[in-house]
């Protein structure tokens, strides 16, 4: 198991090692703010993990690329939050009978994010499509922005830390250089 880990880590980093070389926080914010807005194919763990590895090896540095994922999930999470709050519950209804989706459905969403959204926003940054879809559906549902806000912004918090933070200690342990 400790190999797959490694292994998985490794090609993380080797991914986004050379994006993150040349760019650093930008291309770090950049991508975290477009993969909580969304955008699926944005790897934010990747870039997390590989901003981690990189802080470890002095390349950049771990009390930057923390609060710069932090808030760069937060903000792409609140703005799909605005997003799904504005146009959500009208376009659903609206284009929502081409994907099968009926006011019914609608309203067990709503009724499921007014009863367990806190729990879903914030262990849903570790799942992958929720962490990119959970604003729009909080904010389609009217969870309630301030309610989001605060959740959405625990799990930012706890996801960028257990990414960056665990894998900066684990590369701390690694003997390579990248600088």
């Not at 903000?75 to 709050?85: C, I, S, T």
């Not at 146009?87 to 007014?114: C, N, S, W």
């Amino acid at each position: 198991m400790y190999a797959w880990i490694i292994s998985s880590l490794t090609g993380m980093v080797r991914a986004t090692a050379p994006i993150l070389h040349h760019y650093g926080l930008v291309a770090i914010v950049a991508v975290l703010v477009a993969e909580n807005l969304g955008i699926i194919f944005a790897p934010g763990e990747s870039v997390i993990v590989a901003g981690g590895f990189l802080a470890a090896k002095g390349v950049l540095s771990i009390w930057m690329v923390i609060p710069a994922g932090i808030v760069a999930s937060i903000l792409g999470g609140y703005a799909a939050y605005a997003l799904g709050n504005r146009y959500g519950p009208e376009k659903m209804l609206r284009y929502g009978r081409y994907l099968r989706i009926t006011p019914a459905m609608l309203d067990r969403v709503h009724r499921f994010f007014q009863r367990f959204g806190a729990p879903v926003v914030t262990v849903g940054r570790f799942v992958i499509p929720l962490r990119q879809l959970q604003g729009y559906a909080a904010g389609a549902a009217a969870m309630g922005f301030v309610r989001f806000a605060v959740w959405s912004a625990v799990g930012a918090v706890l996801w960028v830390s257990v990414w960056g933070l665990g894998s900066w200690a684990l590369a701390q342990q690694i003997p390579v250089h990248l600088a």
